[in-house]
């Protein structure tokens, strides 16, 4: 804003003492660059598909219109769960997803996104930029010719929603869970039966019974699923990622055309992109649970006896992936050496604060 400005000034200065003005240096030396975006995210999570919205009118925004990128929705130009290879590819320049879709490629991509048991928010931040997260990461992408940049976040996720109620771990043994990535290993191992289904089709598989409990992400995106009228026990936490990270991804080669303006003005559209995501849940989670309570879903925790098999069983996955993948091993030990740093320091200062203020801070205090 300031720059344009700034030249505008100057623009209008020479002109009035009879200069001929000239164009702003910028306009003439940028070429225009016209990418493609693939998006993995169905219309019914708008907030994460907004992230690709967001990082196109920052990108046009800050070069002047001079590079723009065209998004096309989840399966209409790629299949959501062809990101990677389409942006490998150049199908596309670039993605938006989230990298827990490609487990079943290499389990160690899923730590770009969230793992079991792993880091909150905050912590995957700053393990990204701080730590050896992005570095690490990106030797892992290299491979399929891509430079990822963290692109949003969903913060801790909610367990789903359950036809019956789960007293005991016994009572995962059997049941049919919409669950992805990582998590479907985990629950795989703790007896449950993994299902894929498309969110579209969650209200009818769960009415049918096609599944019996449906993870998704957290009250701000799960309330347009009305999932509380076939199912209404409403489980906390998912532990199966402290948080949910999406990624762009992007071509490398494309990435390596770009003028360094443009490099940057995609780098900080990320940032922007992120910061804005996660704003959204913070804001709107907290209303759309009210709303969905009202509604008659029922808040249940899930039994302490449940969420220690559950570490335990993660613990075996990561233990039998790290035997046979380097790559996942690394990461997996940089992960758990900066949440075992960061954790003390979150339970000692953010985690007080917050229990404090909602003991101080009650409606009539």
């Given at each position: 804003?300031?720059?344009?400005?700034?030249l505008?000034?100057?623009?209008?200065?020479?002109?009035?003492?009879?200069?001929?003005?000239?164009a702003?240096?910028?306009?003439q030396?940028?070429?225009?660059?016209?990418?493609?975006?693939?998006?993995?995210?169905?219309?019914?999570?708008?907030?994460?598909?907004?992230?690709?919205?967001?990082?196109a009118?920052?990108?046009?925004e800050?070069?002047?219109?001079?590079?723009t990128?065209?998004?096309?929705?989840?399966?209409?130009?790629?299949?959501?769960?062809?990101i990677?290879?389409?942006?490998q590819?150049r199908?596309?320049?670039?993605?938006?997803?989230?990298?827990?879709?490609?487990?079943?490629?290499?389990?160690?991509?899923?730590?770009?996104a969230?793992?079991?048991?792993?880091?909150?928010?905050?912590?995957?931040?700053?393990?990204?930029?701080?730590?050896?997260?992005?570095a690490?990461?990106?030797?892992?992408?290299?491979?399929?010719?891509?430079?990822?940049?963290?692109?949003?976040?969903?913060?801790?996720?909610?367990?789903?929603?359950f036809?019956?109620e789960?007293?005991?771990?016994?009572?995962?043994?059997?049941?049919?869970v919409?669950?992805?990535?990582?998590?479907?290993?985990?629950?795989?191992?703790?007896?449950?039966?993994?299902?894929?289904?498309?969110?579209?089709?969650?209200?009818?598989?769960?009415?049918?019974?096609?599944?019996?409990?449906?993870?998704?992400?957290?009250?701000?995106?799960?309330?347009?699923?009305?999932?509380?009228?076939?199912?209404?026990?409403?489980?906390?936490?998912?532990?199966?990622?402290?948080t949910?990270?999406?990624?762009?991804?992007?071509?490398?080669d494309?990435?390596?055309?770009?003028?360094?303006?443009?490099?940057?003005?995609?780098?900080?559209?990320?940032?922007?992109?992120?910061?804005?995501?996660?704003?959204?849940?913070?804001?709107?989670?907290?209303?759309?649970l009210?709303?969905?309570v009202?509604?008659?879903?029922?808040?249940k925790?899930?039994?302490?006896?449940?969420?220690?098999?559950?570490?335990?069983?993660?613990?075996?996955?990561?233990?039998?992936?790290?035997?046979?993948?380097?790559?996942?091993?690394?990461?997996?030990?940089?992960?758990?050496?900066?949440?075992?740093?960061?954790?003390?320091?979150?339970?000692?200062?953010?985690?007080s604060?917050?229990?404090?203020?909602t003991?101080?801070?009650?409606?009539?205090?």
């Amino acid at each position: 804003m300031r720059r344009r400005a700034f030249l505008k000034q100057t623009a209008l200065g020479a002109a009035a003492g009879g200069a001929a003005v000239a164009a702003p240096v910028f306009a003439q030396e940028a070429p225009a660059v016209a990418w493609r975006l693939a998006s993995s995210f169905p219309d019914e999570s708008p907030t994460m598909s907004a992230g690709a919205e967001d990082v196109a009118r920052y990108v046009s925004e800050v070069t002047d219109g001079r590079f723009t990128i065209e998004i096309y929705p989840a399966g209409d130009l790629v299949q959501p769960g062809q990101i990677l290879e389409a942006v490998q590819y150049r199908v596309v320049d670039c993605g938006h997803t989230a990298s827990t879709r490609y487990f079943d490629t290499d389990p160690a991509l899923s730590f770009d996104a969230g793992v079991p048991f792993g880091l909150n928010t905050r912590q995957m931040h700053a393990w990204m930029l701080q730590g050896e997260g992005l570095a690490l990461t990106r030797v892992l992408f290299d491979k399929y010719n891509i430079l990822n940049f963290p692109c949003g976040y969903t913060g801790a996720q909610m367990g789903g929603w359950f036809r019956p109620e789960i007293k005991t771990v016994d009572d995962l043994r059997g049941l049919k869970v919409k669950a992805g990535g990582f998590a479907r290993a985990v629950l795989a191992r703790m007896g449950a039966i993994p299902v894929a289904v498309p969110v579209a089709e969650t209200y009818a598989a769960l009415e049918q019974g096609v599944v019996d409990a449906v993870a998704w992400i957290g009250p701000y995106d799960d309330e347009s699923l009305a999932l509380y009228k076939v199912a209404r026990n409403y489980y906390f936490p998912g532990w199966w990622a402290g948080t949910l990270q999406l990624s762009l991804y992007v071509n490398q080669d494309a990435y390596d055309e770009l003028p360094k303006p443009y490099q940057s003005a995609l780098a900080l559209a990320c940032s922007m992109a992120t910061g804005n995501m996660i704003a959204k849940y913070d804001a709107g989670n907290p209303q759309a649970l009210r709303r969905l309570v009202s509604r008659g879903a029922q808040l249940k925790a899930f039994p302490r006896p449940l969420l220690q098999a559950g570490y335990e069983a993660s613990l075996a996955v990561y233990k039998e992936i790290s035997a046979k993948n380097p790559m996942f091993k690394k990461l997996y030990e940089s992960m758990t050496a900066f949440r075992d740093m960061e954790a003390p320091w979150f339970r000692l200062a953010e985690g007080s604060f917050d229990n404090l203020m909602t003991t101080l801070a009650q409606p009539g205090s």
